[in-house]
C-alpha cells in the first residue's frame, strides 16, 4: 500500500511507446509534480489512524481491528492501480484528464469524513465484513482517489516533455517522505494537538488541495505535446514481461506484506501490547522502500543479504528458543532487526528486478496485488486455520526462500537441501510422540535447537535447507514452549489469541496445587485454584485483601439488593462477591471470553457463584447506553488492564454516560491496573473537572498470598458522603486523587495516548 519506485535504468527507449519532446527545465514542474505525489502520501497515511480512531467506539483498540483496515486500504490501494494502469494504457492524455476529472468530483459526495448514519457491528458474529463494508461507505471514494494518485501522477510526468521525464521514479522520494512523516507526525503531533472534529475537517481541505494540484499537473500534461501511445502497441509490451518474473514481483510484494501484519499481530500478543507499537513494523517497512530503491543500493543489497543468515542466529536462539533470558525490550528488538533484514533482502530483490518506465503501472499494479494478498492471507485466511500468530514463523521462511538463489542451487542437491529439514521434523515429532515426560530435558532439547541454529549459518549458500531447517528449528522450539507452558486451551477469535495454561502453586504444607490462568496475549485476566474449598476465592486483581474486597465488605451491611454492572468478564472472578438478592449484568466485547469463562472445565467461577447473572455481548459503551438510566448502584469497568486499551471507555462523554446510568448515591469503579499508561491522571482530570468525588488506592498485598497481586483501582461517586465509608476504612489505604495540570480532558473529540505514557 505504499509508494514504490521503479527501476532509473532504462531499457532501449526503441520500444517506448511515447516520445515526449524534452524542451522544458522548469524546477516549478517538478515541484508541483512532487508536492502531488508528497500531498497524496501525508493525506493517505493520516486518513488510516484517523479512521481508525472514529471507529475505536465501535470496535474497541483489538490488532485485528488494525489488520482489517489494513486489506481494505491495500485493496483499494490495488483498484486504484488497476484504474491508473487501464486508464494511462487504454485512453489518450486528454482522455485520461476527463475521466479522472468525473472520478475525483464523484468522491466529493464522501466529504466530509464521517460514519454512516446508525452503524453498529454486529454483537453475536465475527465483525470483519461489517468493517470493511462501513470503511467502503465512508471513505472509499476519497481513499481510491488518493490511491491513484502515485502510479497516474508519474505516468503523466513521464509524458510531459521535461527534461527528467525519462526518468519519473526520483519523485518516490517526495512521496514516501510525505508517508513518513505523516505516519510519525499523526500520534506525536496531530492527534495530542488538534482534535478529531478538526482533523477531519483539515483532512478534507488537504484533499481539495491534493485535487487542484492534481487539476495543475492534469493541465500540464493536456498542453504538452507528446505522441499518444496505442493500446495494442501497449499489449505487445506487456508481453516482453515474462509470467516467472510476473510471479517472482508477486511473491516479492506478499511475503513482506503479510510479514508486516504477522509481526504486528505477534509482538502485540506474545510479546507486549505496547500501545503505538504497530507503527515502528510499518516505519520501518516503509522506510525499506526508501533505501533499497536509492541510488546506494547497489552497494547496500549485497551486504544485507551477506549479514542476514549472522542476525538469524542470536534471533533464533534468544527470539523463539530461549526467549526467557532477555527482557520485553530486547526481545521486540531481535523482531524488528530480524524483520528489517527481512524487507530490505525482499524489497531490494524487487529492486534488482525492476523494469524499465514503459512497464511503470504494470510494476506498481502487481506489487499493490502482492500487498492486497499478503493482508487477506493474514486476516481472512490465518486466524480461521491456526489458533495462534503461526502466519508470522511461516513468513520468516518464505522471507528466506526469496533470498537470491546462486544459478547452481536448483541442478545441485535439491532433493538433498529437503532431506534435511525433513529428517529434523522426523526427529522431533518421534521424540514429542515417545518421550513421556519431555520437559525434564527441556535444557538438553533447548543446547540441542541452539547448536542446530548454528549449523543454519553454513547452509546459507543453500537457499532451501537454509529456509527450511530455519523453519524446522522455529516450530520445533514453538511446541517446546508450549509443552512447558502447560496450555490447556488455545484459540483465536477478532479481538486476539485467548490461552487457559494450567500452572502448580506450592501450597504452605510443600503439596503441589494446580490452578488455571486466562491470558490474553500477555496479559492475565484471571485465575482461579481447583480444590473444592478454595474455588470460589476471587484472586490476582479481585482479591479479597484487596480494592474490590475492601469495598463489598466495607458495603457489606447495604449492598443486599445492589443492581451491580462489570465491564469485562475475565474468568469471572468478581461474580463470587454476587449475593443471591443482588441483580448482576455481565458485559464482554468478545464472545470467545464468554465461552471459555463459562466452561467449568476451565474456570467455574460462574457456575458457581453468579446467581444467572445477565451476560451481554458487545461493546459496553453501545450496550449501557440501551440500560435504563439510574439503574445501577456499583458499576464497575474493568476493560484498561490489557495495554490497547479502548480509549473511548475514558472519556468524559463516556463518565457521563456512566453516572447517568447509575442511582444518585451509585459507585463507579475502575480496575487500572497497566503496565505502560498512568490510567489515574486521565480519571483525576474527569473528576476535578466535573466535580465528582475519587479514591484510588495503589494495593500491594502486605504479606505473600498465593497468587494475590499488586493492583490499581479507583472509585468516583457524585457525593463525596457516598465514599466516606471507604476512605474512613482501615481495610485499606484508599487516598484522594493526584492532581494534574498538564493534560487537557479527554473527549470523543480528543484523546492522547502519548501523554500518559508511564
Given at each position: 500500500?505504499?509508494?514504490?519506485?521503479?527501476?532509473?535504468?532504462?531499457?532501449?527507449?526503441?520500444?517506448?511507446?511515447?516520445?515526449?519532446?524534452?524542451?522544458?527545465?522548469?524546477?516549478?514542474?517538478?515541484?508541483?509534480?512532487?508536492?502531488?505525489?508528497?500531498?497524496?502520501?501525508?493525506?493517505?497515511?493520516?486518513?488510516?489512524?484517523?479512521?481508525?480512531?472514529?471507529?475505536?467506539?465501535?470496535?474497541?483498540?483489538?490488532?485485528?481491528?488494525?489488520?482489517?483496515?489494513?486489506?481494505?486500504?491495500?485493496?483499494?490501494?490495488?483498484?486504484?492501480?488497476?484504474?491508473?494502469?487501464?486508464?494511462?494504457?487504454?485512453?489518450?492524455?486528454?482522455?485520461?484528464?476527463?475521466?479522472?476529472?468525473?472520478?475525483?468530483?464523484?468522491?466529493?459526495?464522501?466529504?466530509?469524513?464521517?460514519?454512516?448514519?446508525?452503524?453498529?457491528?454486529?454483537?453475536?458474529?465475527?465483525?470483519?465484513?461489517?468493517?470493511?463494508?462501513?470503511?467502503?461507505?465512508?471513505?472509499?471514494?476519497?481513499?481510491?482517489?488518493?490511491?491513484?494518485?502515485?502510479?497516474?501522477?508519474?505516468?503523466?510526468?513521464?509524458?510531459?516533455?521535461?527534461?527528467?521525464?525519462?526518468?519519473?521514479?526520483?519523485?518516490?522520494?517526495?512521496?514516501?517522505?510525505?508517508?513518513?512523516?505523516?505516519?510519525?507526525?499523526?500520534?506525536?503531533?496531530?492527534?495530542?494537538?488538534?482534535?478529531?472534529?478538526?482533523?477531519?475537517?483539515?483532512?478534507?481541505?488537504?484533499?481539495?488541495?491534493?485535487?487542484?494540484?492534481?487539476?495543475?499537473?492534469?493541465?500540464?500534461?493536456?498542453?504538452?505535446?507528446?505522441?499518444?501511445?496505442?493500446?495494442?502497441?501497449?499489449?505487445?509490451?506487456?508481453?516482453?514481461?515474462?509470467?516467472?518474473?510476473?510471479?517472482?514481483?508477486?511473491?516479492?510484494?506478499?511475503?513482506?506484506?503479510?510479514?508486516?501484519?504477522?509481526?504486528?499481530?505477534?509482538?502485540?500478543?506474545?510479546?507486549?501490547?505496547?500501545?503505538?507499537?504497530?507503527?515502528?513494523?510499518?516505519?520501518?517497512?516503509?522506510?525499506?522502500?526508501?533505501?533499497?530503491?536509492?541510488?546506494?543500493?547497489?552497494?547496500?543489497?549485497?551486504?544485507?543479504?551477506?549479514?542476514?543468515?549472522?542476525?538469524?542466529?542470536?534471533?533464533?536462539?534468544?527470539?523463539?528458543?530461549?526467549?526467557?533470558?532477555?527482557?520485553?525490550?530486547?526481545?521486540?528488538?531481535?523482531?524488528?532487526?530480524?524483520?528489517?533484514?527481512?524487507?530490505?533482502?525482499?524489497?531490494?530483490?524487487?529492486?534488482?528486478?525492476?523494469?524499465?518506465?514503459?512497464?511503470?503501472?504494470?510494476?506498481?499494479?502487481?506489487?499493490?496485488?502482492?500487498?492486497?494478498?499478503?493482508?487477506?492471507?493474514?486476516?481472512?485466511?490465518?486466524?480461521?486455520?491456526?489458533?495462534?500468530?503461526?502466519?508470522?514463523?511461516?513468513?520468516?521462511?518464505?522471507?528466506?526462500?526469496?533470498?537470491?538463489?546462486?544459478?547452481?542451487?536448483?541442478?545441485?542437491?535439491?532433493?538433498?537441501?529437503?532431506?534435511?529439514?525433513?529428517?529434523?521434523?522426523?526427529?522431533?515429532?518421534?521424540?514429542?510422540?515417545?518421550?513421556?515426560?519431555?520437559?525434564?530435558?527441556?535444557?538438553?532439547?533447548?543446547?540441542?535447537?541452539?547448536?542446530?541454529?548454528?549449523?543454519?549459518?553454513?547452509?546459507?549458500?543453500?537457499?532451501?535447507a537454509f529456509a527450511l531447517t530455519t523453519g524446522t528449528i522455529i516450530f520445533l522450539a514453538l511446541g517446546l514452549h508450549g509443552l512447558s507452558s502447560h496450555t490447556l486451551y488455545q484459540e483465536r477469535s477478532f479481538f486476539g489469541v485467548l490461552a487457559v495454561r494450567e500452572s502448580v502453586l506450592t501450597s504452605e504444607q510443600n503439596q503441589p496445587e494446580t490452578y488455571h490462568e486466562l491470558f490474553h496475549g500477555t496479559t492475565k485476566h484471571g485465575a482461579q485454584r481447583l480444590p473444592e474449598v478454595l474455588a470460589t476465592i476471587p484472586l490476582t486483581y479481585y482479591s479479597r485483601p484487596g480494592p474490590m474486597g475492601q469495598l463489598f465488605k466495607e458495603y457489606d451491611n447495604n449492598n443486599q439488593n445492589w443492581t451491580i454492572g462489570i465491564v469485562g468478564l475475565g474468568a469471572g472472578a468478581l461474580s463470587c462477591y454476587a449475593k443471591p438478592s443482588q441483580h448482576w449484568t455481565l458485559y464482554e466485547i468478545d464472545p470467545l471470553v464468554v465461552d471459555i469463562a463459562s466452561n467449568p472445565e476451565y474456570f467455574s467461577y460462574l457456575k458457581r457463584c453468579s446467581y444467572d447473572s445477565k451476560m451481554s455481548i458487545g461493546d459496553a459503551r453501545?450496550?449501557?447506553?440501551?440500560?435504563?438510566?439510574?439503574?445501577?448502584?456499583?458499576?464497575?469497568?474493568?476493560?484498561?488492564?490489557?495495554?490497547?486499551?479502548?480509549?473511548?471507555?475514558?472519556?468524559?462523554?463516556?463518565?457521563?454516560?456512566?453516572?447517568?446510568?447509575?442511582?444518585?448515591?451509585?459507585?463507579?469503579?475502575?480496575?487500572?491496573?497497566?503496565?505502560?499508561?498512568?490510567?489515574?491522571?486521565?480519571?483525576?482530570?474527569?473528576?476535578?473537572?466535573?466535580?465528582?468525588?475519587?479514591?484510588?488506592?495503589?494495593?500491594?498485598?502486605?504479606?505473600?498470598?498465593?497468587?494475590?497481586?499488586?493492583?490499581?483501582?479507583?472509585?468516583?461517586?457524585?457525593?463525596?458522603?457516598?465514599?466516606?465509608?471507604?476512605?474512613?476504612?482501615?481495610?485499606?489505604?484508599?487516598?484522594?486523587?493526584?492532581?494534574?495540570?498538564?493534560?487537557?480532558?479527554?473527549?470523543?473529540?480528543?484523546?492522547?495516548?502519548?501523554?500518559?505514557?508511564?
Open positions: 500500500m505504499f509508494r514504490r519506485p521503479v527501476n532509473n535504468t532504462r531499457e532501449n527507449d526503441s520500444e517506448t511507446m511515447t516520445a515526449p519532446a524534452k524542451t522544458n527545465r522548469s524546477l516549478s514542474w517538478t515541484l508541483l509534480f512532487a508536492g502531488t505525489l508528497f500531498v497524496s502520501a501525508s493525506l493517505m497515511f493520516v486518513l488510516q489512524p484517523l479512521f481508525g480512531k472514529i471507529l475505536l467506539p465501535l470496535l474497541g483498540g483489538s490488532p485485528a481491528v488494525w489488520n482489517t483496515c489494513m486489506v481494505f486500504y491495500q485493496t483499494i490501494l490495488f483498484l486504484g492501480y488497476l484504474y491508473a494502469h487501464t486508464l494511462s494504457t487504454q485512453f489518450t492524455q486528454h482522455r485520461q484528464i476527463q475521466i479522472h476529472t468525473v472520478v475525483i468530483l464523484i468522491s466529493f459526495l464522501a466529504l466530509p469524513l464521517a460514519l454512516p448514519e446508525n452503524t453498529a457491528p454486529p454483537t453475536e458474529s465475527n465483525p470483519t465484513i461489517w468493517l470493511l463494508w462501513t470503511l467502503l461507505l465512508a471513505i472509499g471514494l476519497p481513499f481510491f482517489v488518493v490511491s491513484t494518485t502515485s502510479p497516474l501522477i508519474q505516468k503523466w510526468f513521464a509524458n510531459i516533455g521535461h527534461q527528467t521525464s525519462d526518468d519519473p521514479y526520483f519523485l518516490y522520494a517526495a512521496s514516501n517522505t510525505g508517508s513518513l512523516i505523516a505516519l510519525l507526525s499523526y500520534p506525536f503531533l496531530l492527534e495530542p494537538s488538534i482534535g478529531l472534529a478538526h482533523q477531519k475537517t483539515y483532512w478534507s481541505i488537504g484533499y481539495v488541495i491534493l485535487c487542484l494540484l492534481i487539476a495543475g499537473c492534469a493541465a500540464i500534461l493536456w498542453k504538452s505535446k507528446t505522441r499518444q501511445s496505442t493500446a495494442q502497441n501497449q499489449t505487445s509490451e506487456e508481453n516482453t514481461l515474462s509470467v516467472f518474473k510476473k510471479l517472482h514481483w508477486l511473491a516479492l510484494a506478499f511475503v513482506p506484506s503479510s510479514l508486516l501484519l504477522g509481526l504486528t499481530n505477534f509482538i502485540s500478543t506474545d510479546i507486549a501490547s505496547v500501545p503505538l507499537l504497530w507503527i515502528i513494523p510499518l516505519t520501518v517497512y516503509l522506510l525499506s522502500f526508501v533505501i533499497v530503491f536509492s541510488k546506494w543500493n547497489d552497494n547496500i543489497h549485497p551486504t544485507i543479504v551477506k549479514l542476514q543468515p549472522v542476525i538469524l542466529l542470536p534471533f533464533i536462539a534468544y527470539a523463539f528458543i530461549n526467549p526467557a533470558d532477555l527482557p520485553y525490550w530486547a526481545y521486540l528488538i531481535l523482531h524488528l532487526i530480524a524483520f528489517f533484514f527481512a524487507v530490505m533482502v525482499c524489497h531490494g530483490e524487487l529492486a534488482k528486478s525492476r523494469p524499465s518506465t514503459q512497464h511503470l503501472t504494470t510494476f506498481y499494479l502487481i506489487m499493490s496485488f502482492g500487498g492486497m494478498l499478503g493482508g487477506m492471507f493474514n486476516t481472512f485466511v490465518a486466524p480461521f486455520i491456526f489458533n495462534g500468530i503461526y502466519e508470522y514463523p511461516i513468513m520468516i521462511i518464505a522471507a528466506l526462500l526469496l533470498r537470491p538463489w546462486p544459478s547452481n542451487s536448483v541442478k545441485n542437491g535439491l532433493i538433498l537441501q529437503i532431506a534435511i529439514p525433513a529428517l529434523l521434523v522426523i526427529i522431533g515429532l518421534v521424540l514429542y510422540a515417545n518421550i513421556e515426560d519431555l520437559l525434564q530435558y527441556f535444557d538438553i532439547l533447548v543446547i540441542s535447537l541452539i547448536a542446530l541454529t548454528l549449523i543454519t549459518f553454513f547452509l546459507r549458500a543453500k537457499p532451501v453501545l450496550s449501557l447506553e440501551k440500560e435504563p438510566d439510574s439503574k445501577f448502584d456499583l458499576l464497575v469497568m474493568d476493560a484498561f488492564s490489557s495495554d490497547s486499551v479502548p480509549t473511548h471507555l475514558l472519556t468524559q462523554e463516556a463518565i457521563e454516560l456512566y453516572f447517568k446510568k447509575l442511582k444518585p448515591q451509585g459507585i463507579l469503579a475502575f480496575h487500572i491496573t497497566n503496565r505502560h499508561l498512568l490510567l489515574k491522571k486521565v480519571l483525576s482530570i474527569h473528576a476535578e473537572k466535573m466535580h465528582f468525588s475519587a479514591l484510588i488506592e495503589e494495593f500491594k498485598p502486605q504479606q505473600e498470598l498465593p497468587l494475590i497481586v499488586a493492583t490499581d483501582w479507583v472509585v468516583m461517586a457524585k457525593d463525596s458522603q457516598t465514599l466516606t465509608p471507604l476512605s474512613l476504612s482501615r481495610l485499606g489505604n484508599w487516598q484522594k486523587m493526584p492532581l494534574y495540570f498538564d493534560m487537557q480532558p479527554w473527549t470523543d473529540d480528543f484523546t492522547n495516548i502519548v501523554s500518559i505514557w508511564k
